[in-house]
């Protein structure tokens, strides 16, 4: 293959930033209390990357639309992140049974 077909075809293909791992993508936390042994999934959170190729980035520029957008830009959030903090106590609601248990004494 001769160096003039190469960049040839290094033209036709998308620029994706070089990490991945790096772009948009949602936080996920469910809390284990310890005491209870109970689970809260919080709220489902976006963590925002800077890159421009990414559609969701608050850097991606306002005039990069389709078709072109589709062919250069990442359409997609990464996997998530996911965590499960466990927590040594019991939680809210456990709490609230309880002031409420000894509030009625």
């Given amino acids: 293959m001769s160096s003039g077909s190469w960049s040839s075809q290094q033209t036709h293909r998308p620029v994706l930033p070089p990490n991945p791992t790096a772009m948009c993508n949602w936080r996920r936390v469910r809390n284990h209390y310890k005491r209870c042994g109970h689970y809260i999934d919080l709220p489902e959170e976006e ?10 980035s608050p850097a991606h520029p306002p005039d990069c639309v389709p078709p072109e957008c589709t062919k250069r830009c990442w359409q997609y959030h990464q996997f998530p992140e996911q965590y499960n903090p466990v927590i040594d106590n019991i939680c809210p609601s456990c709490i609230q049974i309880a002031r409420a248990q000894a509030a009625a004494r």
């Avoid at 963590?47 to 969701?56: A, G």
């Fill in 47 to 56: 963590i925002k990357c800077e890159d421009r190729y990414c559609k969701f």
